[in-house]
């Protein structure tokens, strides 16, 4: 198996530090519409609660450096791309 169950609850109170140097960090979110481990509900909640400068929507599971590894590359290629453009 490649893909195990982990430990979702660790990750239940994480936060993330606001400020100067966090507004710095570009930020790239990749929705995966097929997800089963996060709701759309919850993708949009993180999209909100820290936008980002681009937000791409990949027809994948949660996983999708297995299921769609190509078309993953291709958005992260372009969110290279943006950023390098961007400083």
Do not use: C
């Not at 893909?3 to 930020?27: K, Q, Y």
């Not at 097929?34 to 400068?53: C, G, N, T, Y």
């Amino acid at each position: 198996m490649l893909v195990r169950p982990g430990p979702l609850r660790a990750f239940a109170g994480l936060r993330f530090t606001e400020g100067a140097d966090a507004e710095s960090v570009p930020r790239v979110y990749i929705k995966t519409m097929q997800d089963r481990v996060l709701k759309r509900e919850q993708h949009e909640a993180m999209v909100k609660r820290w936008p980002p400068s681009l937000v791409f929507a990949l027809e994948s599971d949660h996983n999708p450096f297995f299921s769609t590894p190509t078309h993953l590359f291709a958005f992260l290629l372009i969110a290279v791309a943006f950023v390098v453009a961007a400083t």
